[in-house]
């Protein structure tokens, strides 16, 4: 039987896909965009749950490369909205294509005269019909609603429509494109590496983890949406713990004076300019609250899960699958069934709450 391990393992490969056909892929887009690509001042993406953490994760990438504004919102957040730029680009992003909200506000940008583009599995979602523009997110069928493909193909795929909106105004050269994209390739061909090294890490610290009450993730820049990816996914899938996700510097503020021993906090660390704020949250989570660890480089002890991290701005794509194994592992190490679609038992959620449909 298919697991969620698998199709975390099934990332690289579709990574690499993406990049191998990302301007075949864009085409659409610019094509549609025409002589408008640079009229465009500002690119707004919307979406919900993974499709709004992959946007935050891809974000700051996005902004640098295009030399444009990058604004990510929830879709209830965009609803809220009172103020549209006629002159932004909004991209929808929505896995299955059937976030209520999100086909909504397609709709309603469509009636404003925007430029829309959706970002969803297949065109001919609700979602990817509706959109002026489609951009396919390359993750094929995804057995599991805990999305691990999903969020890794959406945010390589967000990034590619940077480069190819940065590439196409004059932003960046065909080699700089080249080059960017060889940068995904390499996070890719390390991209199993670090779903070892997580799964053998997991193994040795099993019995501290799952008697943890909490997990807080800090994550700086590209890393603050794994963060919070992180801690979606430990919180739909193992159900056992509370789990939030915090950019680096809320670190050093109020939240950890609410932290009680029993949590554990995890610093995702890339060796950046903040790495010493992660360094500072580990360090204090290890003597304070009893578990904490360091994810990535320079560790500041032997329990702390270390990587390399070869892939350059698409870093994020090797940090992913660290948390989604934690997540994935938690829900096995606690007797959690992590079901495919087809045998997944209804929650008692969908008894109030219906957030997706056709």
């Known amino acids: 039987m298919i697991t969620m391990l698998d199709c975390i393992r099934r990332v690289a490969p579709l990574t690499k896909a993406i990049v191998e056909n990302a301007e075949v892929n864009t085409d659409a887009l610019v094509n549609y965009l025409g002589s408008d690509i640079n009229r465009i001042n500002e690119i707004v993406i919307c979406g919900a749950g993974s499709s709004n953490t992959a946007a935050i994760t ?12 990058v604004h990510t919102f929830m879709a209830n957040q965009f609803n809220h909205k009172s103020v549209y730029n006629p002159d932004a680009l909004y991209i929808f992003v929505s896995q299955t294509g059937t976030s209520t909200l999100v086909k909504e506000m397609v709709y309603r940008m469509n009636e404003k005269g925007c430029f829309t583009v959706a970002v969803t599995e297949d065109e001919t ?6 959109a002026k523009s489609h951009v396919n997110m390359g993750c094929g069928y995804e057995e599991f609603w805990f999305r691990t493909i999903g969020y890794c193909t959406s945010v390589v795929t967000l990034m590619v429509i940077g480069l190819r909106i940065a590439l196409e105004r004059g932003n960046i050269t065909a080699a700089q494109f080249n080059e960017y994209l060889g940068e995904a390739v390499k996070a ?10 997580a799964v053998a890490w997991f193994t040795d610290h099993k019995d501290e983890l799952i008697m943890a009450d909490s997990f807080v993730i800090y994550g700086s820049g590209t890393l603050h949406g794994v ?7 430990i919180l739909e899938t193992a159900k056992s713990y509370l789990a939030v996700g915090y950019e680096a510097e809320d670190g050093l503020h109020g939240p950890p004076l609410g932290f009680p021993v029993g949590t554990v906090a995890i610093a995702l660390n890339d060796g950046g300019e903040d790495q010493w704020m992660g360094h500072g949250i580990a360090d204090y989570g290890k003597h304070e609250l009893g578990q904490a660890y360091v994810f990535g480089v320079n560790p500041l002890d032997e329990n702390d899960l270390e990587f390399e991290v070869k892939g350059g701005v698409f870093r994020a794509l090797e940090f992913a699958p660290a948390v989604e194994v934690l997540a994935f592992l938690l829900a096995q190490g606690v007797g959690v069934p992590v079901l495919p679609i087809g045998e997944y038992q209804d929650h008692v959620s969908g008894q109030y709450f219906e957030t997706h449909r056709g």
């Open 125 to 130: 979602t609700p979602v990817g019909s509706r």
């Open 58 to 69: 891809a974000r700051d990438f996005m902004e640098e490369v295009t030399g444009l504004p």
């Open 227 to 233: 963060a919070l990816e992180g801690a979606l996914k």
């Open 188 to 197: 890719a061909d390390n991209h199993p590496a670090v779903v070892d090294k």
